[in-house]
């Protein structure tokens, strides 16, 4: 999550995104505004708008990277399909439990994790995922992170759009120069 400002009178303290971990292109419809903090209800969010955009195409495995995928997949299902606010209906929590899902820590965030973390979440052991690191979300940040300070004191509308502007810039920019 990136940090926009750490003012508790800031009505957005922050960003939570989601991007494909091998192009590091953001996903439409991930990414989330912080109100007070990283909290898992902004993460089920922005990740069940990616994983309904995915479920459209076709996939049925779903790679997770995510620092704190250890302890925040436990009880995924709960939460999206909460009856007071729930974020799938019936089918698609149907349609999504028929997927393969693997929630995997990223490699640099992995050190830091308890050792059972390390069989059970790491790209390492895990078949098809080639070399991927899971970190590439973190490339992203430091690209958008001299934003920062410019997007602070501006209004919500202007905000949301230059960060979407930059989002998709930073997409096309590394659609078309994969080739270099």
């Given at each position: ?86 974020l799938m209906t019936p089918t698609e929590q149907s349609l999504f439990s028929a997927l393969i899902v693997v929630w ?77």
């Amino acid at each position: 999550a990136a940090r926009s400002g750490q003012s508790k009178n800031r009505p957005c303290t922050g960003l939570i995104s989601i991007s494909c971990a091998r192009s590091g292109a953001f996903f439409k419809g991930g990414t989330v505004a912080l109100a007070k903090g990283e909290r898992f209800v902004n993460f089920d969010f922005a990740l069940v708008q990616v994983l309904l955009w995915i479920m459209q195409m076709g996939l049925h495995r779903i790679i997770i990277s995510y620092d704190i995928a250890c302890k925040y997949h436990i009880n995924f299902m709960e939460r999206i399909a909460e009856r007071s606010w729930p974020l799938m209906t019936p089918t698609e929590q149907s349609l999504f439990s028929a997927l393969i899902v693997v929630w995997l820590v990223p490699k640099f965030h992995l050190a830091a994790h308890i050792e059972g973390c390390a069989d059970k979440f790491s790209f390492n052991w895990t078949k098809n995922v080639g070399r991927t690191c899971g970190e590439l979300v973190e490339s992203n940040w430091a690209a958008l992170g001299m934003m920062a300070t410019s997007i602070r004191e501006i209004g919500f509308g202007h905000r949301r759009d230059t960060i979407n502007d930059a989002m998709c810039d930073w997409n096309w920019r590394k659609a078309t120069g994969e080739s270099e």
